[in-house]
């Protein structure tokens, strides 16, 4: 039987639009654009200038932070600018514009290296210094995931890929399934670990046999079947499924023994040991009923995403709604000049937006967003409290542990935006939360 968790839900996949669809490499554009806010965590500083000629994974920016990441160029060619430029976060931020000259020379400092022949401080530098982060979305730095402050028992591999339409993780499990398990044994590697688990979820099944039947698998490798059930990719709950062990509220993974790599950030690991170059080329599924001809890209990083929708065909109907990201956790989008990012798996065009809300509906009190809710909590009486400001009250309703899904507004009758009100007091809350740690001097 698949392994899963408590709560979730089974939402329509729409996959069959592009998961059949072999991941075609699309070709540079005339100028790439390189936001230095592709991360979580300290920002960087551009270390070219206007005029500079840079290569295929130089280093364009970083910063002397331990939790950073820095960003490389994808290109070969001149810097033009540094400016101000749209980013998928709906914000401007400072950006690095390269021209491409299409020669895509490799920088010389980009060499391979045997993860087996080095120590684990200098596999840890190498992946730092590649700027390697959650390539699924999560931008948080990997570096510092595989320096946990606590002993780990395990490293799961997230191949869950829940979120409807997408597709990118899928296709390299089919396309590339050896880049993914030696993504792994570089973390098993780093981590100490004998063994790594792989899981995907039950609709990838042909994912799962090319993994079985790759280069680099072994009886080390476990690949977990997982239901078919959102949210299965968010790390409490790939947790929950692989290991049965509970992260405790507050707490990381770490805590739990654990540490959860994106499928793509294995990939990324995998290429920059093959090759030496850090994460410049990444599927992205372009998908919804808005768009021709959707596709799988593999991708420079920096391209604009309205030359992916260009490459697919572009719309069929002016779109309702644009999405970076998958439609349950993704960032609306009000303009495709945006580039894509390391963070960026999916572009989503629909001619009719999935769900429409209705603030005023009463609840009916039918206790679906609860029963379904994947960190078991109360999202209507959250909700409640952001309405009516009372911070205390959604703190001791966990607010906190909102991992902001989006199951609870999706699965909703009265279809009431109820983590658009659980976001909104969160910060609140987390404020709230700091000072008390801080007057108990913790
Ligand atoms: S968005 Fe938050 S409250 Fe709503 S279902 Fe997900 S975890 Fe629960
Ligand atoms: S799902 Fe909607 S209608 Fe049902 S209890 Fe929750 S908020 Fe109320």
Excluded: W
Aim: aromatic content about 6%.
């Amino acid at each position: 039987m698949a392994a899963t968790f408590k709560g979730g839900y089974h939402v329509d996949d729409h996959k069959s639009l592009t998961n059949a669809k072999p991941t075609q490499m699309l070709d540079g554009c005339d100028v790439h654009i390189f936001p230095l806010r592709q991360h979580i965590g300290a920002p960087l500083t551009p270390c070219v200038t206007v005029g500079d000629y840079v290569y295929v994974g130089q280093k364009l920016a970083d910063s002397d932070q331990f939790v950073s990441a820095p960003v490389h160029s994808s290109v070969s060619g001149t810097v033009i600018d540094i400016k101000q430029h749209i980013h998928d976060s709906g914000t401007m931020i400072a950006s690095v514009f390269v021209e491409n000259d299409r020669k895509y020379e490799v920088y010389k400092g980009c060499v391979p290296h045997d993860y087996r022949n080095m120590s684990k401080e200098n596999v840890l530098e190498l992946i730092r210094d590649a700027g390697i982060v959650g390539m699924g979305g999560a931008g948080f730095p990997t570096h510092v995931k595989l320096q946990p402050n606590t002993k780990v028992t395990h490293v799961l591999i997230n191949g869950a890929e829940c979120e409807p339409y997408i597709t990118s993780d899928h296709r390299y499990m089919l396309e590339e399934p050896e880049k993914i398990i030696y993504g792994l044994k570089v973390c098993m590697y780093v981590l100490g670990l004998s063994d790594g688990y792989i899981g995907v979820e039950t609709n990838k099944q042909d994912g799962m046999e090319s993994l079985k039947n790759s280069s680099e698998f072994n009886e080390h490798i476990h690949i977990v079947p997982l239901k078919k059930k959102y949210p299965q990719g968010a790390e409490k709950q790939l947790i929950k499924a692989i290991t049965g062990r509970n992260v405790p509220a507050g707490k990381l993974p770490a805590d739990a023994g654990c540490v959860v790599i994106n499928a793509t950030t294995a990939v990324m690991i995998s290429e920059l040991f093959k090759t030496g170059i850090p994460p410049v080329i990444k599927n992205v599924t372009v998908s919804g009923d808005a768009i021709k001809n959707p596709s799988n890209f593999k991708v420079r990083i920096g391209t604009p995403v309205k030359v992916l929708i260009d490459k697919a065909g572009g719309f069929v109907s002016e779109p309702q709604k644009i999405i970076s990201g998958g439609p349950m956790m993704g960032i609306t989008q009000y303009n495709i000049d945006y580039p894509v990012t390391k963070t960026t798996s999916s572009v989503l065009a629909m001619v009719k937006a999935p769900k429409t809300y209705d603030e005023d509906a009463p609840c009916i009190r039918c206790g679906r967003c609860v029963s379904h809710c994947p960190m078991h909590l109360m999202p209507y009486k959250i909700a409640d409290c952001s309405k009516k400001g009372d911070v205390d009250t959604a703190k001791d309703y966990n607010a906190l542990e909102c991992i902001e899904c989006g199951l609870c507004s999706y699965i909703c009758p009265a279809n009431k935006n109820l983590l658009q009100f659980i976001r909104m007091i969160k910060p609140d809350v987390m404020k709230k939360v700091r000072g008390e740690a801080q007057k108990n001097g913790k």
